[in-house]
């Protein structure tokens, strides 16, 4: 068995997955990925048929980064032989005054030169009956906006990176992590491997694969959910007919046409219990539930139905909701990544950046934003915005 590796990734669910498959697009047979449980399991952030993808985003920073994203989709659309991400468009919407502005998604868009429509309540059920929009209501709509098809594009980055050369190994959960002469060994499943530069994707397992190095982030860990609505309009919910929407406001809703299930899904954004990725249960949380249904009632009656299921995920917040995309100050020789919740769009670029940042040392792409020594992250007790 092999066991000394230039390139270990810990860690493969969505951006794991994706930076084995960029890394064994340049370093072949010298990539080995590790995951704790098996592959594709749904303890973690990123499997589900559907996340949404979208150029609509809070900082200009995020918008060019989306859009570098859709290109990396691309490239392993091509590799894979397979679409990924659909188009649906995309619609923001709210109350005038809400608290979560518009005018700060129009604004990164004008800055970075992004198209869009600004809609009013009667343009929008002009477009979409299937909304029950009021008068003081209004949206965004940007056409590139749609699903990134989670499920299929994490099997196709794992499938790659095998394609590729590399090893990657499940029920492997990790033991140890420790530096050695300028290296990291990594015992994981009773096997102890050595490796050049590391990759740490660990999600909600974050702060545990950090401890070895000394490190300990203010990370808070929630249950989310989503839940399919078996509705009777199910020709209305068509990804042809009906966009995937995010409706800003606190609490923040958002859902998508149907797809993967005989009906639309929704969602409340951070509305989640703290929990660890240890005591998580699978459970519906009927409040959170009961939250959904209401705005759905209000706004989307047309989408509700019987349910099909609720299913759960986590979210590994930072204070800041910022990713945390960076090589470790005292060990340049090891790169982690951290989504904040909201990551999924742009795992395939992820994974490219942070097999650069394992290969190269640096990457072309602006991540100062998401360092991890930013000041933010330094505070015991830092204040919380998770509304982006």
């Keep these: 068995m092999k066991r000394d590796y230039e390139y270990i990734v810990l860690g493969l669910g969505g951006w794991g997955g994706a930076a084995a498959y960029w ?40 918008v060019e980064l989306a859009r570098h994203a859709y290109i990396a989709w691309h490239e392993l659309e091509r590799d894979a032989k397979e679409p990924l991400v659909l188009k649906t468009g995309g619609l923001d919407f709210a109350k005038r005054g809400s608290a979560v502005p518009l005018a700060n998604y129009s604004g990164s868009m004008d800055a970075a030169g992004v198209p869009y429509e600004h809609l009013d309540a009667a343009e929008i059920r002009r477009r979409w009956p299937q909304f029950t929009v009021t008068d003081d209501i209004h949206g965004l709509y940007q056409p590139e906006s749609g699903i990134a098809m989670a499920e299929r594009g994490n099997a196709a980055h794992v499938r790659m990176a095998r394609a590729h050369g590399a090893t990657l190994r499940d029920q492997a959960p990790v033991e140890r992590l420790r530096p050695v002469e300028g290296e990291v060994e990594v015992t994981a499943g009773g096997v102890t491997y050595r490796c050049r530069k590391l990759v740490i994707a660990a999600g909600a397992w974050s702060n545990s694969a950090l401890a070895d190095f000394g490190l300990h982030l203010p990370l808070r860990v929630t249950k ?13 919910f068509q990804p042809d007919r009906f966009p995937i929407w995010i409706w800003m406001d606190d609490p923040c809703f958002y859902g998508f046409p149907a797809f993967g299930e005989a009906g639309p899904k929704a969602g409340q954004d951070g509305g989640g219990q703290e929990t660890t990725a240890e005591s998580r249960s699978f459970e519906p949380d009927q409040a959170a539930l009961a939250r959904v249904v209401k705005f759905l009632e209000t706004y ?44 999924y769009k742009f795992a395939s ?12 040392g640096r990457t072309e792409r602006n991540i100062e934003p998401f360092r991890i020594d930013r000041e933010m992250l330094q505070l015991a007790n830092p204040p919380a915005n998770y509304l982006v």
């Design 23 to 62: 890394l064994s697009r340049r370093a072949g047979g010298e990539v080995l990925g590790l995951e704790q449980f098996e592959i594709a399991h749904v303890r973690g952030e990123s499997q589900d048929h559907s996340r949404i993808i979208r150029l609509s985003y809070h900082t200009p920073d995020y």
């Design 224 to 236: 989310e959910q989503v839940t399919y609505f078996g509705t009777p309009h199910q020709p209305e």
């Design 300 to 343: 989307i009656p047309k989408a509700l139905g019987p349910i099909i299921y609720t299913k759960t995920c986590l979210y590994t917040l930072t204070p800041d909701r910022d990713f945390v995309l960076d090589t470790l100050p005292a060990h340049p020789n090891v790169a982690v990544g951290i989504g904040g919740g909201h990551g």
């Design 349 to 360: 670029l992820i994974g490219r950046i942070l097999s650069e940042l394992a290969i190269d």
